[in-house]
């Protein structure tokens, strides 16, 4: 392909996004949620929690799982049944997924299990593809299903990490069931329990998932039975089991409760087109006063950019903290999502005339007098004490627009809500500076409520938050050539280049 081609390609690919304007003249006291605009259902759950590391969350899904009676959907980006959800003790205790669900199947006559999996997984993801691609033992059973989702279009990825089970609870988030997703809160840089099939040992990760019940989470799996559906052209229907699959141990940190579901589909044979994540991240990003805290394994989308530019040339405007990987994999992801990210922090950078603006990456001593950095696959939102969102959304083009997307959001009503909120952002933070919240937040109130201030008082471990070299240098601001072309913001339909070329 030549120069020409990709100028034109990247011009067909870089359209603008979707219809995502933020709300016109939003007052204060109104609503952030829009169903119908920023989210397609808003669903009551009896109880919702967050669950911070995949440590955490992998032991909850566990005694879920073992609760089970009618039926089990799984929906991610890539799966593997070899993992253990809990590594960290025996295998008789935890034994491999796989088998395990085959062991749940085979005792229970009622139970259906149906997984979904992104078709390239098989050559892009870090799970094994021989069991996706020619099954495995565990798969043997009338009543396990494991499929292939290839209805998506060229260059798309399946992105939506969902479990729901018996439509009475579903995670929702980042985090898909397969290899290098477990860690704990610890992030030790030499975890032996954190070994890839090699026995090395991989980087620490830091990830979320939010557990819904009630509506709410029937609601998520009416979301995975539509993807069901267009996938394998079966129909399925919720079942009503009376089961509560409640993990035991796992305490609410939200009661009766309002779940926003907000979704990305891009329009593809039978499928409408879906933008209500950008448009709820838009929304949310601009109804801010005092605080944003982002945490994102990609910060890259021009529209994302334009709102946070805003904000901080607003002398009345909030903070804004934002905690991003900083190493990344492979040239592809370095040339797009590495380089765009730094320049649009430049951007950002140079509208910080009033010193709002931070954005870190987080560090962890490796024993030896260096450290190592800790891959953040999160992908949060937390505005103010009023709105909290988990998903499997990226702040880059593709989730815009291109990649299916599933996330769950909170917008407070309460004071105990609010309060809920702010206790949850306190954690994560007090996380990676390795302090407890309750230190955290006598700084924040020693700060006078300035979230920068109290990072910036606390962060002086070796374990804590470096800022990217962006924040100081003056490189370019721009996206970066080929930015249509690898992180696009709708479907690319090649033909459109030689309907181009004749006119």
Not at 67 to 86: E, M, N, P, T
Not at 306 to 330: F, K
Not at 440 to 462: H, K, M, P, Y
Request: charged fraction near 25%; aromatic fraction near 6%.
């Amino acid at each position: 392909m030549n120069v020409a081609d990709v100028q034109l390609l990247e011009e067909t690919t870089s359209r603008q996004a979707p219809d995502i304007a933020p709300q016109a003249l939003r007052s204060p006291g109104d609503p952030i949620l829009r169903p119908g605009r920023n989210c397609w259902r808003v669903a009551p759950a009896d109880r919702a929690s967050v669950l911070i590391d995949g440590a955490p969350y992998f032991a909850h899904l566990e005694a879920a799982l073992r609760k089970a009676r009618r039926s089990i959907l799984i929906i991610g980006w890539d799966f593997d049944g070899s993992i253990h959800l809990r590594p960290d003790v025996s295998a008789e205790d935890s034994p491999p997924l796989g088998p395990l669900l085959r062991s749940l199947v085979e005792e229970r006559p009622d139970l259906e299990i149906r997984i979904l999996v992104w078709s390239i997984a098989v050559v892009h993801a870090p799970g094994a593809p021989g069991p996706l691609i020619f099954g495995a033992d565990w798969q043997n059973h009338p009543r396990l299903q494991l499929k292939l989702d290839t209805h998506h279009p060229l260059y798309a990825a399946h992105h939506q990490k969902i479990v729901c089970i018996d439509d009475n609870l579903a995670f929702v988030g980042g985090m898909d069931l397969t290899v290098e997703r477990w860690d704990t809160h610890r992030h030790a840089c030499d975890d032996p329990i954190r070994l890839k099939d090699d026995g090395s040992i991989y980087e620490p990760v830091h990830d979320l998932q939010m557990a819904v019940d009630g509506d709410a989470a029937r609601s998520i799996a009416e979301v995975g039975y539509e993807r069901w559906k267009i996938a394998t052209g079966e129909t399925l229907t919720a079942s009503p089991s009376g089961s509560d699959p409640w993990p035991p141990g796992l305490v609410p940190d939200f009661r009766n409760v309002p779940i926003a579901i907000a979704r990305t589909y891009p329009a593809w044979g039978e499928q409408p087109a879906a933008n209500e994540a950008a448009a709820l991240t838009l929304d949310a990003l601009s109804a801010a006063r005092k605080t944003i805290y982002i945490e994102a394994q990609y910060m890259t989308a021009p529209y994302v950019g334009d709102v946070l530019e805003r904000r901080l040339a607003d002398p009345d405007g909030p903070e804004i903290v934002v905690i991003q990987t900083h190493e990344s994999h492979g040239w592809a992801e370095e040339l797009v999502m590495g380089t765009n990210r730094d320049r649009l922090i430049r951007r950002l950078r140079k509208s910080d005339h009033h010193d709002r603006l931070r954005v870190y990456y987080p560090v962890i001593p490796n024993g030896e007098g260096g450290e190592c950095q800790v891959l953040i696959h999160s992908k949060l939102i937390i505005v103010d004490d009023v709105f909290l969102r988990i998903g499997s959304s990226n702040l880059n083009n593709r989730s815009i627009g291109l990649d299916s997307e599933c996330d769950a959001a909170i917008e407070a009503t309460t004071e105990e809500m609010r309060r809920t909120i702010v206790r949850l952002r306190d954690r994560l933070i007090a996380e990676h500076l390795e302090v407890d919240p309750e230190t955290f937040g006598r700084a924040l109130d020693d700060s006078g409520g300035s979230v920068v201030a109290a990072i910036e008082q606390l962060n002086t471990g070796a374990r804590g938050l470096r800022p990217f070299g962006a924040m100081s240098d003056d490189g370019p601001d721009v996206p970066a050539t080929g930015t249509g072309l690898l992180d696009p913001l709708e479907p690319f339909e090649p033909l459109s280049l030689f309907r181009r070329r004749k006119q």
